[in-house]
């Protein structure tokens, strides 16, 4: 069976009490080229709002939507972030499994009758393994954005990394509803190519017994010029607006449980075991 939560507001909670730090110092974008973490964070936009394009997401789609590079089961997947650090995390340079299982044990603590949500928390960046095959970070991490129309002013490093974007240049693109019709909701939406739709697809064409809140969840936790800072209201439906309230829920497990502190993996792995094979068993088509 799979979950089912037709409200999202019985999870509404009080901003975290349970940061590492103040809330304000998260994602600082600040440019400082003294400072190595922000320099590599910069570098690693300027080449994503340089490159992603329409035409260039829409190579990404044929080529990843093959789902043809691995059959690895959940856990395989997982164990390759060991050795990933995202190059557009400026809260953490830890590997990105221990942020994987961060998310998951804050999810699991506070809802703990929902074991969906501790998957989906465990899993949300997993399609971050496309920097195994040949995919460069900046097409596989950081927030997304929309491509086809005008670059809202809520994108991280806006002003300084979109030169030499040819899409700014092209008519069909660079106006506010560029390609789109007006509230043609956000499932219409072309986004820059990334670790969130992949997963997306990748639990859709191996038939993830997850709720479709998850794979909202999963497939919009990066759009942050929208969640966050609410742009591109003239493109969304109404409807829209429940899909963003489970991404914010979420939000709180995947932004403020970046810390130093690692959790115990091992101890924890058969319980997610567990739920990988719960929800996402076997082997999966990548």
Known sequence: MTATILDPSELLRPEPDFAHQSLSSFRDYTIDESDPLKERVRKTYRLMHLNQTVDYVKKCHEKWLKFNHAKLTVREALEKLNDLVDESDPDTSLPNIVHAFQSAERAREEFPEHDWLHLTALIHDLGKIMAFYDMPQWAVVGDTFVVGCEWSENIVYRNESFEGNP????????????????????????????????????????????????????????????????????????????????????????????????????????YYEKLIEKYVPGVLEW
């Not at 956000?186 to 997963?199: A, I, K, Q, R, V």
């Not at 999963?218 to 607006?241: A, N, T, V």
Request: contains cysteine; neutral net charge; hydrophobic residues 30%.
């Open 167 to 270: 899409d700014g240049n092209n008519p069909k693109y660079n106006t506010k509803y560029g390609m789109y019709k007006p509230n043609c909701g956000l499932d219409e939406l072309l986004l820059s190519w990334g670790h969130d739709e992949y997963m997306y697809q990748v639990l859709k064409h191996n038939k993830s017994k997850l709720p479709e809140q998850a794979l909202k969840i999963i497939r919009f936790h990066s759009f942050y010029p929208w969640h966050s800072s609410g742009d591109y209201q003239h493109l969304l439906k109404d409807e829209d607006e429940e899909t963003k309230r489970w991404v914010l829920i979420f939000n709180r497990y995947d932004l403020y449980t970046k810390s130093t502190k690692v959790p115990d993996i091992e101890a924890l792995w058969p």
